[in-house]
């Protein structure tokens, strides 16, 4: 069983920087997306860039791009997402995420992914 746990959540001031990491525990092969998601109270999860572990491909929601970057670690089996130019709207708990066969919906959609972390807060402040 895969296991993701995330860490990195902090409250920052608007313009500053967070790191987060999804560290992946019993990581295998079938695992082609992985992805963050965020969610907000009172607003649906949104997924917020995922990356295809085969291809090293990205996808970002326009929200976030050119401020925000997902990578990859294979050998430390870790994923992260660089935030910089924090904003207001950006506070959310952050949820990393790994799909799983049948692969079915979206890189944005929660409905492609099987495996969820525990999630990490993250706050910014105006």
């Known amino acids: 069983q895969v296991q993701l746990a995330e860490s990195g959540g902090d409250s920052v001031q608007a313009g500053g920087s967070l790191r987060l990491s999804c560290e992946v525990s019993r990581y295998n092969a079938g695992i082609t997306l992985m992805a963050w998601f965020r969610q907000a109270p009172g607003k649906e999860r949104e997924g917020v860039a995922s990356?295809?572990?085969?291809?090293?491909?990205?996808y970002y929601t326009d929200s976030v791009k050119g401020r925000f970057t997902i990578s990859r670690d294979n050998a430390k089996n870790t994923l992260y997402l660089q935030m910089n130019s924090l904003k207001p709207e950006d506070s959310a708990m952050y949820y990393c995420?790994?799909?799983?066969?049948?692969?079915?919906?979206?890189?944005?959609?929660?409905?492609?992914?099987?495996?969820w972390g525990q999630g990490t807060q993250v706050t910014v402040s105006s």
């Open positions: 990356i295809s572990t085969y291809y090293g491909n990205t």
């Open positions: 995420a790994a799909d799983t066969p049948p692969y079915a919906g979206r890189w944005y959609e929660s409905k492609r992914y099987h495996y």
